[in-house]
């Protein structure tokens, strides 16, 4: 494991242990309770306002389905569906809000293998190095491309 990807690793590890200490800690306190609360997240993409407008059309706003457990976070109505570099498309792969500054797409391991995508396992947020993706929306495509390890979106 490369000298950053280990550095990575191991912030992830340290989130994931002072997140989970607290949580006992401040139970066991209040609760004298000994559980652990655990959530998977499915499939998932975070859009800009750019990339909504374009997958979208012009000033959409998102619709609430339901609130996640993230306060301020829901799952929207709509959804998108994505092609990966072998050209298989994941379909209704559910948009998340609210909007962020970037798009970001959220995928499984066993999700990138279907799509031929390589993802590395890393704190949400950090996109560089992130493979490349296309994403289709009702009103339009968001293609996702690496130039010089940086993305660029080109909008159709």
């Known amino acids: 494991m490369e000298d950053s990807n280990l550095s990575e690793y191991k912030d992830i590890?340290?989130?994931?242990?002072?997140?989970?200490?607290?949580?006992?800690?401040?139970?066991?306190?209040?609760?004298?309770?000994?559980?652990i609360p655990v959530e998977?997240?499915?499939?998932?993409?975070?859009?800009?306002?750019?990339?909504?407008?374009v997958l979208f059309g012009k000033g959409y706003e998102l619709t609430k389905l339901r609130d996640l457990?993230?306060?301020g976070e829901f799952a929207g109505n709509e959804q998108v569906n994505i092609i990966g570099s072998n050209?298989?498309?994941?379909?209704?792969?559910?948009?998340?809000?609210p909007l962020r500054k970037f798009t970001q797409v959220?995928?499984?391991?066993?999700?990138?293998?279907?799509?031929?995508?390589?993802?590395?396992?890393?704190?949400?947020?950090n996109i560089k190095g992130s493979s490349p993706i296309?994403?289709?929306?009702?009103?339009g495509i968001l293609h996702r491309r690496k130039v010089q390890s940086e993305l660029?979106?080109?909008f159709i």
């Open 87 to 97: 050209m298989k498309a994941m379909e209704r792969v559910r948009i998340l809000g």
């Open 13 to 35: 590890i340290d989130v994931i242990s002072k997140t989970i200490y607290s949580k006992v800690k401040s139970r066991e306190e209040v609760l004298n309770d000994f559980s």
């Open 152 to 154: 660029l979106d080109i």
């Open 106 to 125: 959220e995928l499984s391991i066993t999700d990138g293998y279907f799509l031929g995508l390589d993802l590395p396992t890393r704190i949400s947020g």
């Open 134 to 139: 296309t994403i289709i929306g009702p009103k």
């Open 69 to 71: 457990s993230q306060p």
């Open 40 to 53: 998977i997240s499915n499939h998932h993409i975070h859009l800009t306002r750019d990339s909504l407008d």
